[in-house]
């Protein structure tokens, strides 16, 4: 069973730093997009930042600068390194794979608060 499991979410204070990791198993996706979406309360969810397997990055305009993506082929991972965090960017973020058949799989997400 393919499942992604992320971590490393939690309560910090505007302009702190947070890093959340996501961890694949049951299939390796070292060949395939991987990435992360939020989704804040009463708001869609939204690409945050994406990465291909040769590590080719693609950021939301309002994270650039802020937040960077990387991953671990050898691992199986994926993660999210944000900085200078603002209280807009409280959201439940989501790990997401990309398969072979361009269908998505995704983690239970992970809650990010940033207090003012």
């Known amino acids: 069973q393919v499942q992604l499991v992320e971590s490393g979410g939690g309560l910090v204070q505007a302009g702190g730093s947070l890093r959340l990791s996501c961890a694949a198993s049951?299939?390796?996706?070292?060949?395939?997009?991987m990435g992360w979406y939020r989704q804040a309360p009463g708001k869609q969810r939204e690409l945050v930042a994406s990465i291909s397997s040769g590590g080719s990055t693609n950021y939301a305009d309002s994270v650039k600068g802020r937040f960077t993506i990387s991953r671990d082929n050898g691992k199986n991972t994926v993660a999210l390194q944000m900085n200078t965090l603002k209280p807009e960017d409280t959201a439940v973020y989501y790990c997401?794979?990309?398969?072979?058949?361009?269908?998505?799989?995704w983690g239970q997400g992970t809650q990010v608060t940033v207090s003012s």
């Open positions: 049951g299939s390796t996706f070292k060949d395939n997009v």
């Open positions: 997401y794979a990309l398969t072979s058949t361009s269908s998505a799989v």
